[in-house]
T-cell receptor, first 114, second 116 residues
């Protein structure tokens, strides 16, 4: 079983739709959960990070973590064509104050159509 | 806004040659990382570096790889004798601690390495 699983998509939605992106993981030691956005041939850009279970909201983005189910989600409200990108989930064990290895999912390719 | 920069953006090399990929992390960051992404695959951790020492390395980071912080601003990844399978996008990242047990990593734009 892969440590982090993510549906690769592609996911195509109309402008204005609510988008739900998900990852599951197998390692219960993961405590910190991140979502990165990656445009084609660019570096990952940090969108959200959360600790343990719960929700976090930032503008049109909401991140949810359910540690009991080993399931994390990113919701995008009022999606825009500029949101078209690959979304990567990443997680770490957070053992120390720094130098924590991130384990990534494969990424979900999202296209928001006009 | 401060950002991580990487040079070159694209490097083409012959198999067996040495390459050095360069990164300038964000200036007040303390931890530095290299990740790679083979085309169509996930981003994979290679190595983390703190206080002039390797903190952690993956199985990928074998004796052919080395990292160095030669001065106060640059962070380099050297591949001694490149193989075809080293062809990938290499990302540098840097971070600063956020509380006791986590850090937020910021990535550079990457260097595309092509080994012929």
């Amino acid at each position: 079983q892969k440590e982090v699983e993510q549906d690769p998509g592609p996911l195509s939605v109309p402008e204005g739709a609510i988008v739900s992106l998900n990852c599951t993981y197998s390692n219960s030691a993961f405590q910190y959960f991140m979502w990165y956005r990656q445009y084609s041939r660019k570096g990952p850009e940090l969108l959200m990070y959360t600790y343990s279970s719960g929700n976090k909201e930032d503008g049109r983005f909401t991140a949810q973590v359910d540690k009991s189910s080993k399931y994390i989600s990113l919701f995008i409200r009022d999606s825009q064509p500029s949101d078209s990108a690959t979304y990567l989930c990443a997680m770490s064990k957070g053992v120390t104050g720094g130098g924590n290895k991130l384990t990534f999912g494969t990424g979900t390719q999202l296209k928001v159509e006009l | 806004e401060p950002e991580v920069t990487q040079t070159p953006s694209h490097q083409v090399t012959q198999m067996g040659q040495e390459v050095i990929l360069r990164c300038v992390p964000i200036s007040n960051h303390l931890y530095f990382y290299w990740y790679r992404q083979i085309l169509g695959q996930k981003v994979e951790f290679l190595v983390s570096f703190y206080n002039n020492e390797i903190s952690e390395k993956s199985e990928i980071f074998d004796d052919q790889f080395s990292v160095e912080r030669p001065d106060g601003s640059n962070f380099t990844l050297k591949i001694r004798s490149t193989k075809l399978e080293d062809s990938a996008m290499y990302f540098c990242a840097s971070s600063v601690p956020q509380g006791i047990s986590t850090d937020t990593q910021y990535f550079g734009p990457g260097t595309r390495l092509t080994v012929l």
